[in-house]
């Protein structure tokens, strides 16, 4: 069995706006399997640290949430980007990728011009 | 502003959990179905489907739990908590909550009524300029302490006085106001011309005695509370040079003396009022019992 990566502290939030952007309303297994799937199963998301991550996005206004039906007929939360959601997703990402893109200068400075 | 908007959403969830928590058990329980579906696909028992589809949430309880604390201000919730189990004991014990809720406002009272004894008396100075130096003189005599002394008597002290920077008199009685708005009883004062300036004041519109006003021949003057001057005249500068009779005797209005200047010894609630006869009227009520006041030491 590989050994799988936790989720990063603070990088669960991005994953889920991104998610919620790119497949539209989703319920919290579907962007638990979802996030599994997009980081090549690389990572293993602790279900249970999703719930609160979404109610603390909830809770910042970044997404909204609504009870609906699956696709098999069952009942589930559907949570959905809001406006503000979108924005922050923007800065976030644009954040993480600076972020990267620095790290990325120090681990391989023999690219540095 | 997301960390306020997020510190009222979860203030609010505070209330209402019950509902809340049925909430979160049907989404967990939704999750949970969905999961062990997908394990039943991929060939797994009935039983084992459920059982990792639980392990891999953490366990049921356990994320109930976590979300939970972020639901809600936990700490809040724990005060709210207390709150309630503090008045339900109150209730069962009438007895024990009658003696503390008594102790609590006999306490205050108490110590409200101490301080704002302590506080006008102690805490707060006198609104006069170096008041530290002002003081009053009493007579002493074998048989009584704390006379006051004549209007005789003040003027023997004030020509021989060798102790004090300046030595003033005055004396406080009831009068009877009469002009062309009709009568009034007002509590008045008499002054010696000194008194004012040995206090610090100014007054707000006129002038306040000169020491030949104290002489005889001097028409009679008189000074208004900044109190009977807005109320009675309605703040009027007109009143300057009026002529107003107190006690059937013709006064001319001479000035208004500042916002809060009470005369100390008069009982709190007066119109001061700074009036001044001439030393002839003075010296005829020696008889009376006069007091004379407010004295200042000199530095040495």
Same mark, same amino acid.
């Given at each position: ?6 989720v990063w502290q603070g990088t669960l939030a991005l ?31 602790? @279900? ?29 939360? @559907? @949570? ?34 | ?9 979860r203030f609010a969830a505070a209330f209402a959990k019950?509902?809340?928590?049925? &909430? ?13 579906? &997908? ?13 990792q589809a639980v392990l891999t949430l953490g366990g ?153 006003? &104290? ?65 002839? &009227? ?19």
């Open positions: 069995m590989t050994d799988k990566k936790d994953m889920v706006l991104n998610t919620l952007q790119s497949m539209g309303p989703l319920h919290g297994y579907g962007i638990a399997r979802r996030i599994e799937q997009t980081s090549g199963d690389l990572l293993s998301v602790n @279900y249970g640290t999703l719930y609160p991550a979404l109610l603390k996005l909830e809770q910042e206004g970044y997404i909204s949430s609504v009870w609906g039906l699956s696709d098999n007929n069952r009942k589930a939360k @559907y @949570y959905k980007l809001t406006r503000a959601g979108r924005k922050q997703l923007e800065a976030e990402a644009r954040e993480w990728e600076q972020t990267t893109e620095i790290l990325a200068r120090f681990l391989s400075p023999e690219q540095e011009s | 502003m997301r960390v306020l908007r997020s510190f009222f959403v019950q509902r809340r928590d049925r &909430d979160l058990s049907d989404e967990l329980e939704s999750h949970l179905g969905m999961h062990t579906e &997908d394990n039943l696909r991929r060939g797994m028992s009935a039983v084992e489907a459920r059982r049921v309880e356990q994320t109930k739990e976590i979300y939970r604390e972020r639901r809600g201000l936990p700490m809040f919730e724990t005060l709210l908590q207390d709150l309630r189990f503090g008045a339900r004991m109150l209730r069962k014990n009438p007895g024990f909550t009658a003696v503390a809720i008594l102790t609590l406002a006999l306490g205050i009272g108490a110590d409200t009524a101490i301080f704002s004894i302590v506080n006008s008396i102690l805490l707060r100075p006198l609104q006069y300029p170096d008041s530290g130096r002002l003081i009053r003189v009493y007579t002493y005599t074998p048989v009584e302490k704390g006379l006051d002394t004549t209007f005789a008597g003040f003027l023997d002290w004030r020509s021989r006085n060798g102790s004090f920077e300046t030595l003033a008199a005055a004396w406080q009685n009831d009068s009877n106001l009469y002009d062309t708005i009709g009568p009034e009883k007002i509590r008045s004062a008499c002054a010696t011309a000194d008194l004012f300036p040995m206090m610090g004041v100014r007054p707000v519109i006129g002038r306040l005695f000169r020491s030949t006003d &104290d002489r005889v021949g001097y028409e009679r003057i008189v000074l208004l509370s900044y109190g009977i001057w807005q109320r009675r005249y309605g703040g009027n500068p007109a009143i300057l040079g009026k002529q107003i009779q107190i006690d059937s005797t013709p006064y001319q209005v001479a000035g208004v003396l500042p916002r809060g200047f009470h005369y100390p010894g008069q009982d709190g609630y007066l119109d001061a009022h700074g009036r001044r006869r001439r030393i002839p &009227d003075w010296l005829s009520r020696q008889s009376a019992h006069s007091r004379h006041g407010s004295y200042r030491p000199s530095k040495t």
